[in-house]
Structure formats: structure tokens, C-alpha cells
């Protein structure tokens, strides 16, 4: 029996290397995934729409997402990306999932309190734009060359970019705004209570409400989008009226949190809307507007999460969960751990078999004699 114990001892020291070069590698790989930082963003870095049904409600706040993952991205000034320019509150973490109809983001930014009744530019705004046509550049909103009056649908074609922006300077906090009956009713993008309005544009000078183009109503579109904002320093559970405007005290440090929804497919027909495919991807960007030490913002005074598009991926629903960069070196650790435990079941069967093949066998003795 004691020959048998430099087997078994050689089988656990493999055990415990193996183990401990599975332990390195992880470490090793989260060390690089941590260092990576630029403005524009490497393809590593998405925003991954995981299909996650029922877990959210959009009323702005951000608990339902804490088990939702997103990357966290610089905001640089977007017409000069100075790093000590950058935003005073920090980066913005930016979260996506779908539950197979509607998708769903979730942008949280640090920031002091700051809210004017009636006043957008005195008020934090935000704004998520997406690619529509296929030459359409995150350079120029669109990039098509042509002045003002100049911009059509066949001149532009191709450079077609999809808006939602959100000022909040006549939204209540925690309630829903966006699309609506008196505004879809007109056929435009529209938000007459909250501005929570969906554009379209081919570049800054030719930007549109959805139904509406350069030479007037084009069409009976209507504004898909909902949304709510909250700021983290407002009393939790509070149900808030316009006459409680302007909701908390100017200057609270807090986070910020903009919730918004929109269906997957849209019934629109002229290149207004984005239209997200499961298992695809998207191209999107991400602004923020900062009421800075209390002056007002400008329509080209803003913050962007990058210099160019960000890939956003809408997971399939029969397959695994899209995930971020790590979610392959968590898939990685699964594998090894499976791998582990498959090589002490072998060492385990092994020492088994050779000691049994060494134990005596016992005689066999007849009942005949007995």
C-alpha cells in the first residue's frame, strides 16, 4: 500500500498546477480588459442588449438595472475632444437589454442638481442617435454635404441619422413622456409635454421632427419613443406634481438616470427610424448637455461617449446572452473549472482501478463442505 502513495501523491500535485495556472490566467486577463481607454472607443467596448423580459419598468430609475451590465465611457467635448475638457461628473455608464419586442436603454451620469421650470437649457439634456443610412457618418450627424435648403430625400439618401433627445426642463421626475395621442395625432415626432422628441437628420443644419421634412408634413409619422428621468438625490418614493417644480434643492450632489424604451420594428417607410434586428447589430452615439455653474447649455455645447460610432448588439433569444469583452473570460473559467474537475474524476478512477488490481482476491470456498 505504501508504493501506492508517489502515485497518488504525483496525481494531486498535477491537480493543484493545473488549478493554479487556471487562477494566473484569469487574473492576467482582467488586468488588460482594465487598461483600455481612448476616445474612440475600441470594438471591444459595446453596448450589449441582453434579452432579459420583465425586469424593468421605465419610470427612470435605475434599481432594476443592477444586475445589468454597461460600459462606462468618457464624455469629451464632442467638437474637441480634450481629455481636461472632459465632463466634471465623471463617465457615463451606458446599459441596454430587449425582452423581444422593445428595447431598452438605461444612462447614468454623475452630476449636482440643477433644474429650471420651463427652461431645457438650464437643465441637464440627453440625446441617443443612431445610424439609418448606410453611408450615414457619426462625423456631421449624417454627413451629407448639402447647405440648408438643399437637403432632400434623394440628395441626402444614405445619410439618414435616427434622434431621440430629451430635455427635461418640462418633465416631471419618474413620470413617462415621449410619444403621445395629441402629438402621434399630427403625424410628427413631437413631444408636446416633455420633449422627448424623435428626429431625423442628414446634418446639423437639415434635422427634422419625424413626419416633417424641408418643404413641410411629408408623412403620418409618429414619435415610438417613451421615457423618464430621475436625479438620485429626490426623495425615493415620492409622487411629484408640477407645482412641486423644481422637485429638490439646486446643487445636490447625486447621479442622474435616463430610462428609455422603444418597439424593436417601427411602421415607418421614409428612413426615420431605426429599425433593430435580433442577433444584429446597430451603430449608436450618446450626448450629454450640462448646464455648467448654472449657464446655458447651446445646441453645440455638448458631451459624447465617443468619437465615433459605438456598436450596439441586440442578443439573441434562443442563443447565450451577448455579453461584454469579460463575459469570455468568465465563459473561459466555466470551461476550466469544467476541465478541472474532469481531471480529478480520471485520477480518482485511476487510483481506484490500480487498487484494486493489487488487492487480494478472497477464496472461494464451497457451501458443499460447510
Not at 475632444?81 to 472632459?86: G, L, P, Y
Not at 430610462?259 to 417607410?269: A, G, Q, V, Y
Not at 448654472?294 to 442563443?319: D, F, I, R
Not at 478512477?349 to 478472497?362: D, E
Request: aromatic residues 10%; glycine residues 10%; proline residues 5%.
Amino acid at each position: 500500500m505504501l508504493r501506492q502513495l508517489p502515485l497518488l501523491l504525483l496525481l494531486l500535485l498535477a491537480v493543484l498546477f493545473l488549478s493554479s495556472t487556471i487562477r494566473l490566467g484569469g487574473a492576467h486577463e482582467h488586468d488588460e480588459e482594465e487598461g483600455e481607454s481612448s476616445c474612440e472607443q475600441s470594438p471591444d467596448v459595446r453596448v450589449d442588449a441582453e434579452f432579459r423580459p420583465g425586469i424593468v419598468t421605465v419610470d427612470g430609475r435605475a434599481e432594476d438595472w443592477a444586475d445589468v451590465d454597461g460600459p462606462q465611457l468618457a464624455l469629451l467635448p464632442a467638437l474637441d475632444f480634450d481629455e481636461d475638457k472632459a465632463y466634471g461628473g465623471g463617465p457615463m455608464t451606458v446599459k441596454a437589454l430587449h425582452d423581444g419586442r422593445n428595447i431598452f436603454f438605461m444612462l447614468q451620469v454623475e452630476g449636482e442638481y440643477a433644474y429650471s421650470t420651463r427652461d431645457d437649457y438650464k437643465c441637464p439634456s440627453v440625446a441617443l442617435m443612431f445610424q439609418v443610412g448606410e453611408n450615414a457618418t457619426y462625423q456631421n450627424m449624417g454627413g451629407c454635404s448639402n447647405l440648408p435648403g438643399t437637403c432632400t430625400e434623394k440628395s441626402c439618401r444614405g445619410h439618414e441619422v435616427d434622434i431621440m433627445h430629451f430635455s427635461i426642463g418640462n418633465a416631471i421626475p419618474g413620470r413617462l413622456y415621449g410619444g403621445n395621442f395629441v402629438d402621434n395625432r399630427k403625424g410628427n415626432g413631437n413631444d408636446s409635454f416633455g420633449h422627448l422628441v424623435d428626429v431625423y437628420a442628414w446634418n446639423p443644419h437639415c434635422r427634422y421632427l419625424d413626419g416633417i421634412g424641408p418643404s413641410g408634413h411629408i408623412s403620418n409619422a409618429q414619435n415610438d419613443w417613451k421615457g423618464a428621468w430621475w436625479h438620485s438625490s429626490l426623495i425615493s418614493g415620492s409622487s411629484f406634481i408640477e407645482e412641486d417644480s423644481p422637485f429638490g434643492k439646486r446643487g445636490q450632489k447625486g447621479t442622474y438616470s435616463f430610462e428609455f424604451s422603444r418597439p424593436l420594428r417601427t411602421m415607418d417607410r421614409l428612413q426615420q427610424d431605426v429599425q433593430f434586428t435580433i442577433g444584429q447589430s446597430s451603430k449608436v452615439a450618446v450626448a450629454l448637455w450640462y448646464p455648467t455653474d448654472g449657464n446655458p447649455w447651446t445646441k453645440s455645447q455638448h458631451y459624447s461617449a465617443s468619437c465615433n460610432w459605438l456598436t450596439l448588439e441586440a442578443a439573441s433569444v434562443t442563443g447565450p446572452s451577448v455579453s461584454r469583452v469579460s463575459s469570455s473570460g468568465s465563459w473561459d473559467a466555466v470551461t476550466a473549472f469544467a476541465l478541472l474537475l474532469s481531471v480529478v474524476s480520471f485520477c480518482l478512477t485511476v487510483f481506484i482501478g490500480y487498487w484494486v488490481s493489487k488487492t487480494k482476491a478472497v477464496p472461494f470456498t464451497p457451501i458443499d463442505h460447510l
